[in-house]
């Protein structure tokens, strides 16, 4: 059984292993982060039990098998059973009846995401959010990275066009002309999270930009006619 970690790291419970399951055990793993991982595929489980001995396999996932496995003790818990919709609600409601402090759940429609939120989960839309994801990438072509916080924040990753260069970020304005700030600066791969008004930009500095979608859009149609 999984226990209560003493080391003060938060301990994850990733409950379903596909591919979005196994990506993000992967990554926490990767991270040094304490996982306990559950899954009615033995092949799939015992392919992580090579990462951690924290993997189990349960063959029906109901409030009793969960609770043997020492989920409750987790500081998040992660659903990743998007198909099986029955599954999915049920697991989510035992999870965050157990009292874990913050259950995430993956959807797969907007009514299967109500649904859970209802329950009390954090929803989240791993092929949606791909997708816009990918459509911003390649709208604006100048971006090297979107992420999408919210319907209203965004943090892209966008190099410093030829007009901007020799320009301070205080001259360059994007929050007043686009309504976007500036959280950090990478100077020959040093990021710095400091922004200088007065730092002048380089040739391949890379700018790391907060805000709205429609502000990267017009910055992006911008840097095309400069």
């Known amino acids: 059984m999984f226990g209560k970690q003493k080391n003060g790291n938060i301990s994850y419970g990733i409950v379903g292993i596909g591919r979005f399951g196994y990506a993000?055990?992967?990554e926490l793993?990767?991270?040094?982060?304490?996982?306990?991982?559950?899954d009615h595929d033995e092949e799939k489980v015992s392919m992580l039990r090579e990462y951690t001995e924290n993997a189990?396999?349960?063959k029906y996932i109901d409030r009793k098998?969960?609770?043997?496995?020492?989920?409750?003790?987790?500081?998040v818990a992660i659903v990743c059973i998007g198909e099986q919709l029955d599954t999915s609600i049920l697991t989510t409601l035992n999870l965050v009846s157990m009292g874990i402090p913050h259950v995430?759940?993956?959807?797969?429609?907007?009514?299967?995401?109500?649904i859970l939120e209802k329950l009390g989960a954090e929803v989240v839309y791993p092929e949606r959010d791909m997708a816009i994801r990918l459509a911003s990438r390649l709208e604006t072509s100048s971006i090297m990275d979107f992420v999408q916080l919210s319907e209203q924040i965004n943090v892209s990753k966008i190099k410093i066009p030829e007009g901007a260069v020799g320009k301070t970020v205080l001259e360059l304005n994007l929050r007043s002309r686009f309504n976007l700030n500036i959280i950090?600066?990478?100077?020959?791969g040093v990021v710095m999270d400091t922004v200088d008004p007065n730092y002048v930009f380089?040739?391949?500095?890379?700018?790391?930009?907060?805000?709205?979608?429609?502000?990267?859009?017009?910055?992006?149609?911008?840097?095309q006619r400069s």
């Open 56 to 58: 189990f396999v349960v």
């Open 184 to 188: 950090a600066i990478e100077k020959k």
């Open 65 to 75: 098998s969960l609770e043997e496995t020492g989920i409750q003790n987790c500081d």
């Open 104 to 114: 995430i759940s993956k959807a797969t429609s907007a009514e299967h995401g109500e």
């Open 202 to 223: 380089c040739n391949g500095d890379v700018l790391y930009i907060c805000g709205g979608r429609d502000g990267l859009l017009q910055l992006t149609e911008w840097i």
């Open 24 to 26: 993000l055990a992967m």
């Open 29 to 38: 793993l990767k991270a040094g982060n304490d996982i306990l991982i559950i």
